[in-house]
C-alpha cells in the first residue's frame, strides 16, 4: 500500500508542476504575445487539471486545509465538490478542444466551414455554459458528502480516510446519475466523432501530399502537429474515462472502496491531468524553441 502511496504522490508532483510550467507558458503568450486559436482552451483546461491533480490525490489540498485547522467535513465538501467539478470541465473542455481543431481544418467545402470565422464567438459563449452548468451541477454532492462517522456505518460509503457518501433520495440519485451518464456518453461521442472527422482529413491530405511531393518529405504543418496531438489526447482520455467508470460502477454496486482499488482509481483519474501537460509540451514548437534557447544558454555559461 505505501508502495502505490509513493507512486500516487510522484504522479501528483509531476502532475501539478508539468501543468504550473504549461499554464504560466499560456498565461505569458495570451497576455503579452500572440496566441494560437487553441491556446485559451489549452490554458483552462491545464488549470482545471492542476485543481483536478490536487484535490484527486488526496495529498495537497487536504493537508492545506488541515494545517488552517478546518473541520473534516468541510474539508470533504470542499474537496470533493471541486473534484466533481474539475472532472466534468475536464471532459467538456477536452471535448471543446477536439470541436475547435475539427472546425479550424475542416476545408472550405465543409459544413464545418461556415463556423470558422465565429469560432472564437462561439467559443467564450462555450466557456460560459461549460463552467456554470459543472459548477452549478456538481454543487449537489455539498449535500451528500461529509465526514465519515461511526453511526449508522453500513449506510455510509467511505471514499477517503475521513470522507463519505451518505445515502441519497432514490429519485434524485437516479436523475443526477442520467444526466451525469447522458452527459459523458454524449460528449466522448462527440469527441470520438471528431476524431475520426480529422483522421480522414488528416489521411486525405497526407495522400495529396505524396502526390505533390514524390520526391521530397514533405514538412509537418502547425495544424497537422497539433491535430496528432489532439486525437493522442482524446485516445488517453477515452481510455481512461472507461477504466474509472468500470472502478467506480463496481464500488458503487458493492457499496465499498477497498483502499488499494480507491489508490488505483486517484491514479487512473491523474493520469490524463499528468499526461496532458507532457504531451503538450513536447509538441509544441515554441516550448521546445524556448527550452533549447535556455540549454544553450546554460551550456555557454557553464
Not at 267 to 291: A, E, G, H
Request: hydrophobic share 45%.
Amino acid at each position: 500500500m505505501s508502495t502505490l502511496n509513493n507512486i500516487l504522490y510522484f504522479q501528483s508532483v509531476l502532475g501539478v508542476l508539468a501543468n504550473m510550467f504549461l499554464l504560466f507558458f499560456y498565461t505569458v503568450i495570451i497576455l503579452w504575445h500572440r496566441p494560437k486559436p487553441t491556446d485559451l482552451i489549452s490554458c483552462q483546461l491545464t488549470f482545471v487539471h492542476i485543481v483536478i491533480v490536487l484535490t484527486g490525490g488526496d495529498l495537497w489540498l487536504t493537508d492545506i486545509l488541515e494545517s488552517l485547522k478546518f473541520e473534516n467535513d468541510f474539508k470533504c465538501k470542499t474537496i470533493f465538490y471541486m473534484n466533481r467539478a474539475m472532472r466534468g470541465l475536464s471532459i467538456c473542455i477536452t471535448c471543446l478542444l477536439s470541436v475547435f481543431q475539427a472546425v479550424t481544418i475542416s476545408p472550405s467545402t465543409s459544413f464545418l466551414a461556415k463556423f470558422k470565422h465565429k469560432l472564437k464567438a462561439y467559443t467564450i459563449y462555450a466557456f460560459f455554459y461549460l463552467w456554470s452548468f459543472n459548477l452549478s451541477f456538481s454543487s449537489r454532492w455539498i449535500f451528500y458528502v461529509g465526514a465519515f462517522t461511526n453511526v449508522s456505518e453500513s449506510n455510509q460509503m467511505k471514499v477517503t480516510k475521513y470522507c463519505s457518501i451518505f445515502p441519497k433520495n432514490y429519485i434524485i440519485s437516479a436523475l443526477s446519475s442520467t444526466v451525469t451518464i447522458f452527459r459523458d456518453v454524449f460528449l466522448v461521442g462527440v469527441m470520438l466523432t471528431t476524431s475520426a472527422y480529422m483522421v480522414i482529413i488528416l489521411f486525405r491530405h497526407q495522400r495529396q501530399c505524396k502526390h505533390l511531393h514524390s520526391i521530397s518529405q514533405p514538412r509537418v504543418s502547425p495544424e497537422k502537429r497539433a491535430t496528432q496531438t489532439i486525437l493522442l489526447l482524446v485516445v488517453v482520455f477515452v481510455v481512461m474515462y472507461w477504466v474509472d467508470f468500470i472502478i467506480s460502477y463496481t464500488s458503487v454496486l458493492l457499496l465499498k472502496y477497498n483502499p488499494v482499488i480507491l489508490t488505483a482509481q486517484k491514479f487512473v483519474m491523474n493520469t490524463y491531468p499528468t499526461i496532458t501537460p507532457l504531451v503538450q509540451i513536447s509538441s509544441d514548437n515554441r516550448i521546445t524553441n524556448i527550452l533549447k534557447k535556455i540549454q544553450s544558454v546554460r551550456h555557454q555559461i557553464f
